[in-house]
């Protein structure tokens, strides 16, 4: 990331919007607890994305070029990437891209330990940013990009049109893209996705905190700050906040900051999109969908897209 978390918080504390990017959710321990959430029996869009994946892989796989290389934003977990990978029927490669080296090493090991003849290039690589392929990689090849998770969902609308430009123009001609999106569905739905009874969505929300604490030497306490997810109609979306229980006084790297209660500092934005709307946005960036599964619910779709 070109902003460092100094430059990003400070600007949002200045501003009344108080917007903090939310890739700085993810420190070792945010990781965790947004790997935890995954599992939660509220937050549907990880189990639901796996179980149209397990339904359909071959109906996908077989709409794929033969032998093309397998570029992976985000290297998840390989919950997806090894079903994927067994229903392609020996890929070309796997380039898993992450912004973190060390949990690019363990994703790239675990898959060269379950895949010993596939040719695997770790790639680090922010993907909020423009970014290049590794210069190695096979030519003449289709090229498969796969960006799973709903995590297009976390960027603007303009940021995400950026990115869907960017990869058609790194995967190249005769690529596919398949991509996961969350749908828009009911509040009470939604709600509880993001605000679970089991307080994990709270513990990671409040992390941020305490990272900002950690790495900018901040006062902050967490405890003045209560979670709440907030569902938006137009554009359809749930915002994370952290909202102030009472007055707080806080310091940021020698800057004083008055908050008073009921402000809130506003950590993320899930947009949940229709396939009609991501059809249109994939358009501008020289995408056509050819393809979309959902779940039964509809509450998640998986798209391939062609350049
Ligand atoms: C990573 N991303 C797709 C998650 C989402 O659903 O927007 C992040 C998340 N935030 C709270 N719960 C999960």
Same mark, same amino acid.
């Given at each position: ?28 321990? $945010? ?137 058609? $123009? ?138």
């Amino acid at each position: 990331m070109t902003d460092t978390l100094q430059h990003d918080v400070l600007a949002a504390l200045r501003d009344p919007a108080h917007r903090i990017p939310s890739a700085w959710l993810y420190d070792q321990r $945010g990781s965790a607890l947004f790997e935890a959430i995954t599992q939660l029996p509220s937050y549907y869009p990880t189990r639901t994305e796996i179980g149209i994946l397990e339904a359909h892989l071959p109906a996908i796989a077989a709409a794929v070029p033969e032998r093309s290389l397998l570029v992976e934003l985000g290297s998840g977990s390989s919950r997806k990437t090894v079903p994927l990978i067994d229903a392609l029927h020996q890929p070309a490669g796997y380039v898993p891209l992450d912004i973190s080296a060390d949990y690019l090493a363990e994703a790239a090991d675990a898959l060269s330990a379950r895949f010993p003849g596939l040719p695997v290039h770790p790639w680090v690589a922010d993907f909020t940013e423009a970014f290049d392929l590794p210069a190695d990689l096979p030519e003449h090849t289709s090229r498969l990009g796969f960006f799973p998770g709903s995590t297009i969902g976390n960027l603007e609308t303009g940021d995400a049109r950026h990115l869907l430009q960017h990869c058609r $123009g790194l995967l190249g001609q005769d690529s596919r893209f398949l991509l996961g999106i969350d749908l828009d569905k009911s509040a009470d739905i939604l709600i509880p996705a993001y605000d679970d009874p089991e307080g994990v969505t709270a513990a990671f929300n409040r992390n941020l905190l305490v990272r900002i604490n950690r790495e900018l030497g901040a006062d902050f306490d967490p405890d003045d700050f209560r979670h709440e997810a907030r569902y938006f109609e137009a554009p359809a979306r749930i915002e994370m906040h952290l909202v102030c229980r009472r007055a707080v006084t806080v310091h940021v790297a020698g800057e004083r900051f008055e908050l008073t209660a009921g402000e809130s500092l506003h950590t993320e934005t899930s947009r949940k999109y229709d396939i009609g709307a991501f059809t249109t946005l994939a358009a501008e960036a020289g995408w056509s969908v050819s393809g979309h599964w959902t779940d039964a619910e509809a509450r998640f779709a998986v798209l391939l897209m062609h350049a």
